[in-house]
């Protein structure tokens, strides 16, 4: 498939209606049986993590399909697995337009998007509906009337209401559009937001017999004495892995973009490095105890494969399929194939 050409179209429309333009249209292909006919899918090259099997390493990261409605035709690019969300209990709007931009000199985007999304239940719905057999993270958040305080209550109520349909779990604290979620990720609120989530995991698992592992997924933004506490909570809490990372506030990269002072998260290329060093920070501190999933940043093959010898036995894309279309699946796939086999030597 050529995708410079539909780049091309979809770049001259402004960025949010091309997101919803391209998974529409994917979503025709689809039912026309096209998908699977213009794409390259990966060999299967399994791994086991969390006490999943993953038919291969390369995942779709969480906030391109936030309700969970394009799984079919996201399904069909040759990924190992798909986050969905991330979804809050409630529907909500999130921030006002315009909140998503481009910034193609630097392959990155800046996006405030503020968790719009349709809530838990269409969610659900959409989940039931679809005929996606491969693995389905479920990521989950916090309304944004609920206060940072109460934040357990949505969080608890995520994870209890997704846990029949999830094949993992993974908590959101790190977005920087919801004011005050990152404290989460501090102190004696990160522990007891995990102890929470522990507790419920257990009990979850008790009473409908089968255990949902849950991952933290972590911002680029913290120095290492904080990343060597969340390592240490994480390990303490007995939670099953972390996913490093969401976006970044910083704009150093950047600096001489025109839109570089929009409010949000700054995620491609600029963002590889740090994200690379956020997860060897981790692999560190966690020293195999814990796995790590590793996004941000990935716009070849051999940034992926950083992410392998920094530490992550998964990966996740997001801006990099905007810039580089479906054909980074395999391509990135077979990296990480090569850093794994070279690592295991
Ligand atoms: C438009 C947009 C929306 C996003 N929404 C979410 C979200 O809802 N939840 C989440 O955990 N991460 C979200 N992310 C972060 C990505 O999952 C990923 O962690 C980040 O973009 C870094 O990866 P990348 O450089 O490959 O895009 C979003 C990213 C973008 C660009």
């Given at each position: 498939?050529?995708?410079?050409?539909?780049?091309?179209?979809?770049?001259?429309?402004?960025?949010?209606?091309?997101h919803h333009l391209a998974l529409e249209s994917a979503r025709l292909a689809d039912r026309l049986g096209l998908v699977s006919?213009?794409t390259?899918?990966?060999?299967?090259?399994?791994?086991?993590?969390?006490?999943?099997?993953?038919p291969?390493?390369?995942g779709l990261a969480a906030g391109l399909d936030k309700n969970g409605a394009y799984t079919d035709p996201l399904g069909q690019l040759g990924f190992g697995f798909i986050e969905i969300g991330t979804v809050t209990p409630r529907p909500q709007?999130?921030?006002?337009?315009?909140?998503?931009?481009?910034?193609?000199?630097?392959?990155?985007?800046?996006?405030?998007?503020?968790f719009n999304n349709h809530g838990l239940a269409a969610l659900m719905s959409n989940v039931r509906r679809s005929r996606y057999q491969g693995i389905l993270g479920i990521n989950i958040g916090?309304?944004?009337?609920?206060?940072?305080?109460?934040?357990?209550?949505?969080?608890?109520m995520g994870m209890e209401r997704v846990w029949g349909l999830a094949d993992y779990i993974a908590?959101?604290?790190?977005?920087?559009?919801?004011?005050?979620?990152?404290?989460?990720?501090?102190?004696?609120?990160?522990?007891?937001?995990?102890?929470?989530?522990?507790?419920?995991?257990?009990?979850?698992?008790?009473?409908r017999?089968h255990?949902v592992?849950?991952?933290?997924?972590?911002?680029?933004?913290?120095?290492?004495?904080?990343?060597?506490?969340?390592?240490?909570?994480?390990?303490?809490?007995?939670?099953?892995?972390?996913?490093?990372?969401?976006?970044?506030?910083?704009?150093?990269?950047?600096?001489?973009?025109?839109?570089?002072?929009?409010?949000?998260?700054?995620?491609?290329?600029?963002?590889?490095?740090?994200?690379?060093?956020?997860?060897?920070?981790?692999?560190?501190?966690?020293?195999?105890?814990?796995?790590?999933?590793?996004?941000?940043?990935?716009?070849?093959?051999?940034?992926?494969?950083?992410?392998?010898?920094?530490?992550?036995?998964?990966?996740?894309?997001?801006?990099?399929?905007?810039?580089?279309?479906?054909?980074?699946?395999?391509?990135?796939?077979?990296?990480?194939?090569?850093?794994?086999?070279?690592?295991?030597?």
């Amino acid at each position: 498939m050529n995708y410079s050409l539909i780049r091309a179209l979809l770049f001259r429309l402004p960025p949010e209606s091309a997101h919803h333009l391209a998974l529409e249209s994917a979503r025709l292909a689809d039912r026309l049986g096209l998908v699977s006919r213009l794409t390259n899918v990966p060999h299967e090259q399994p791994v086991e993590v969390m006490g999943l099997r993953f038919p291969n390493p390369v995942g779709l990261a969480a906030g391109l399909d936030k309700n969970g409605a394009y799984t079919d035709p996201l399904g069909q690019l040759g990924f190992g697995f798909i986050e969905i969300g991330t979804v809050t209990p409630r529907p909500q709007p999130g921030n006002p337009k315009p909140r998503l931009f481009r910034l193609p000199d630097y392959e990155a985007i800046i996006n405030r998007m503020g968790f719009n999304n349709h809530g838990l239940a269409a969610l659900m719905s959409n989940v039931r509906r679809s005929r996606y057999q491969g693995i389905l993270g479920i990521n989950i958040g916090k309304n944004l009337d609920t206060p940072v305080a109460e934040a357990a209550t949505d969080y608890l109520m995520g994870m209890e209401r997704v846990w029949g349909l999830a094949d993992y779990i993974a908590v959101n604290v790190s977005s920087p559009n919801t004011p005050g979620l990152r404290d989460l990720q501090e102190g004696d609120a990160l522990r007891r937001l995990l102890e929470q989530l522990k507790a419920r995991q257990e009990s979850l698992h008790r009473e409908r017999g089968h255990y949902v592992p849950v991952a933290v997924k972590v911002a680029p933004d913290m120095d290492d004495r904080a990343i060597r506490f969340m390592a240490q909570s994480l390990l303490d809490s007995g939670l099953d892995g972390v996913i490093a990372t969401n976006t970044t506030l910083d704009r150093s990269a950047v600096a001489r973009d025109r839109l570089s002072d929009e409010a949000g998260g700054l995620s491609g290329r600029p963002l590889a490095e740090r994200s690379t060093q956020v997860i060897a920070a981790f692999s560190d501190a966690l020293a195999g105890r814990l796995p790590i999933i590793g996004v941000g940043g990935i716009t070849d093959g051999a940034s992926a494969a950083a992410k392998i010898e920094a530490g992550a036995s998964l990966v996740q894309l997001y801006t990099g399929l905007i810039y580089r279309g479906p054909e980074l699946v395999p391509e990135v796939a077979r990296a990480v194939a090569e850093a794994q086999s070279k690592g295991a030597r």
